[in-house]
């Protein structure tokens, strides 16, 4: 079953303890892949992985255990190797993970930034696809901030698991309880959009 944690700006103590009853593994059992590749457009963007990887090992995951993958390193879909197509074994952070490398991890982690940068990553490698088949066979995807909005409805080439438009950092968040069908999501720093299978759900723990 799919299970997605949007947020606006990470997990806080209470959200982390929901969120680890879904992983059900001990923190330093956890593998981890994170995808930066929505904060690389400036230094300011840049430290945001920063905080994001001080956050993952804060919640007890090893750094052994993050996968970092930048999709920038990837070959865009459809693209046919001429001057190395003699390299028949391609380290995995260079090349396109199968749905079963995926999911030989615990989590996926999408940092913040410039969610159009990223979601163009996903669609011009072809990641789209093996990622939402490994979603679906257990894969749990956390989004901050820009990792959110590729998720949810503020794209038409998004990722699609909201329809909803979603707003990171408002001021004042969208009420808790089930998501409305089709209104904004104002999502304010300390709350989640939660997605088990085909339910969705606001939940706030400040």
């Not at 994170?34 to 750094?63: F, H, K, Q, T, Y």
């Not at 999709?71 to 993970?97: C, H, K, M, W």
Request: proline share 4%.
């Amino acid at each position: 079953m799919r299970t997605l944690f949007l947020t606006s700006d990470g997990l806080n103590e209470e959200t982390a303890k929901l969120f680890w009853e879904h992983i059900r593994k001990e923190p330093i059992n956890t593998k981890a892949i994170l995808v930066p590749s929505a904060a690389l457009g400036n230094d300011g963007a840049r430290e945001g992985i920063i905080v994001c990887v001080e956050r993952l090992l804060n919640m007890g995951i090893p750094m052994e255990n993050i996968f970092i993958y930048h999709l920038g390193y990837l070959l865009s879909d459809g693209y046919n190797r001429t001057y190395s197509a003699y390299v028949n074994e391609i380290p995995a952070q260079f090349r396109l993970l199968s749905v079963d490398e995926l999911t030989q991890h615990d989590m996926i982690v999408f940092c913040g930034g410039n969610a159009q940068t990223l979601l163009n990553e996903i669609n011009r490698t072809g990641f789209a696809k093996p990622l939402k088949e490994a979603i679906e066979s257990g894969l749990v995807y956390l989004g901050i901030s820009a990792g959110s909005m590729i998720a949810a409805g503020n794209f038409e080439d998004g990722l699609d698991y909201l329809k909803n438009p979603l707003i990171p950092h408002a001021e004042k968040g969208s009420p808790c309880g089930e998501v409305p069908e089709n209104s904004r999501i104002d999502l304010a720093d300390g709350q989640i959009v939660l997605i088990q299978g085909d339910r969705k759900e606001i939940i706030e723990h400040c």
